[in-house]
T-cell receptor
């Protein structure tokens, strides 16, 4: 069975600090997809990024960057120069797929509450 | 551009009452999902529908039923509500392929007294 672990329940940083959110996953499949979602205080879930199991290239989008390492089954998320508006719960999720490519289901980690203090 | 619409946004029920949570998407997505979110536990899948006409159990299906009414709509029913079902419920949809992100509604906050 697939599993996603976000060991950091809560993180608090001061504005402009860099912060890394950890995500470790377990799966027996060779083809899978990893996602990060953001849930701000307003409650909606916002899709941030997707990565497939064959692409270990790191990705940077503005202040956000993602480090995917298959060898350690990790997909970590770094926010550079954090801002108060980054305060949210961040979820890592794993999607396994059938041989047809269709998704089985999305398994979420328990989330990391990030608080950025002014 | 509504995306995924859930109704109602809030609801309070008494133990034993029944109710249906409604979900509709306008993105022509094949797959739809119902999750519940409880403190410290992330989102857990209740039921999903990979395509119109099919439904399957997720991780926590007990006490719930679903109906995929058509391609757009996927409802979740609590037949006899229990306090343990107090939660925030999210509906989501996706194109259905594993690499496609799920798009979520704004959630329904349900309290059962």
């Amino acid at each position: 069975a697939q599993k996603v672990t976000q060991a950091q329940t809560e993180i608090s940083v001061v504005e402009k600090e860099d912060v890394t959110l950890d995500c470790v996953y377990e799966t027996r499949d060779t083809t899978y997809y990893l996602f990060w979602y953001k849930q701000p205080p307003s409650g909606e879930l916002v899709f941030l990024i997707r990565r497939n199991s064959f692409d270990e290239q790191n990705e940077i989008s503005g202040r956000y960057s993602w480090n995917f390492q298959k060898s350690t089954s990790s997909f970590n998320f770094t926010i550079t120069a954090s801002q108060v508006v980054d305060s949210a719960v961040y979820f890592c999720a794993l999607s396994e797929v059938f041989s047809s490519g269709s998704a089985r289901q999305l398994t979420f980690g328990s989330g990391t509450q990030l608080t950025v203090l002014p | 551009n509504a995306g995924v619409t859930q109704t109602p946004k809030f609801q309070v029920l008494k133990t034993g009452q029944s109710m249906t949570l409604q979900c509709a998407q306008d993105m022509n997505h094949n797959s739809m999902y119902w999750y519940r979110q409880d403190p410290g536990m992330g989102l857990r899948l209740i039921y999903y529908s990979a395509s119109e006409g099919t439904t399957d159990k997720g991780e926590v299906p007990n006490g719930y039923n679903v109906s995929r009414l058509n391609k757009r709509e996927f409802s979740l029913r609590l037949e006899s509500a229990a306090p343990s079902q107090t939660s925030v419920y999210f509906c989501a949809s996706s194109a259905g392929q594993g690499n496609q992100p799920q798009h979520f509604g704004d959630g329904t906050r349900l309290s059962i007294l």
